[in-house]
């Protein structure tokens, strides 16, 4: 069993659609919980992290974690064709760089 | 600035030649990242670098050398790559490793895309 997994997609939706995003790991020992947006060719960007359980909203976008049953979603609210990227879940034990673990990404079209 | 840039954005070698790809950061971050990433596959770390010393090497083969010649600077140095080096090598810079109080972001840079001929 992987360490993170996510639904490898792709995932179309039209424009204006709820997506959710999800994945699930299994070290328990995980903390922080990061959703990072890659558009083709170019690096990754954070997106929103949160640490430990619970819910974080940033505009469009909410993050929800579910540490007992390991499972972390990213949902998008109202789409844009400009939201078609690929979202790779992430994850670590502690605050430092050193120790993320990638899922394996879920690349998303937002058709206009 | 919070911007990671690496130099050159593609890079073509054969496997005999020496290259280098370039990251720099002018956020005063003290934790620099190498990263490989394959086509429709996740970031791996090959390399972690603290306050200008190597923190972490993933078993990376010697024909990857990383060089970290002052805290804004990142090189890799590539040496006698085989085709399946080919990848987006990325950069990414962080305040640093160590602190408990606040999470340290990762900033990425743009990635240099290396074919290995």
């Known amino acids: 069993q992987k360490e993170v997994e996510q639904d490898p997609g792709p995932l179309s939706v039209p424009e204006g659609a709820i997506v959710s995003l999800n994945c699930t790991y299994s070290?328990?020992?995980?903390?922080?919980f990061m959703w990072y947006r890659q558009y083709s060719r170019k690096g990754p960007e954070l997106l929103m992290y949160t640490y430990s359980s619970g819910n974080k909203e940033d505009g469009r976008f909410t993050a929800q974690v579910d540490k007992s049953s390991k499972y972390i979603s990213l949902f998008i609210r109202d789409s844009q064709p400009s939201d078609s990227a690929t979202y790779l879940c992430a994850m670590s034990v502690d605050s430092g760089g050193q120790n993320f673990v990638f899922g394996p990404g879920t690349r998303l079209s937002v058709l206009p | 600035d919070t911007e990671v840039t690496q130099t050159p954005k593609h890079l073509v070698m054969g496997m005999t030649n020496k290259k280098s790809l370039k990251c720099e950061q002018h956020m005063g971050h003290r934790a620099m990242y190498w990263y490989k990433q394959k086509a429709k596959k996740p970031p791996e770390l090959m390399f972690v670098y603290s306050y200008e010393k190597l923190s972490i090497n993933e078993s990376v083969p010697s024909r990857f050398s990383p060089e970290c010649p002052n805290s804004s600077l990142l090189n890799l140095h590539l040496h006698a790559l085989q085709p399946e080096d080919s990848a987006l090598y990325l950069c990414?810079?962080?305040?640093?490793?160590?602190?408990?109080?606040?999470?340290?972001?990762?900033?990425f840079g743009p990635g240099t895309r290396l074919t290995v001929l």
């Open positions: 990414a810079s962080s305040q640093d490793l160590n602190s408990v109080t606040v999470y340290n972001e990762q900033f």
């Open positions: 070290n328990s020992a995980f903390q922080y």
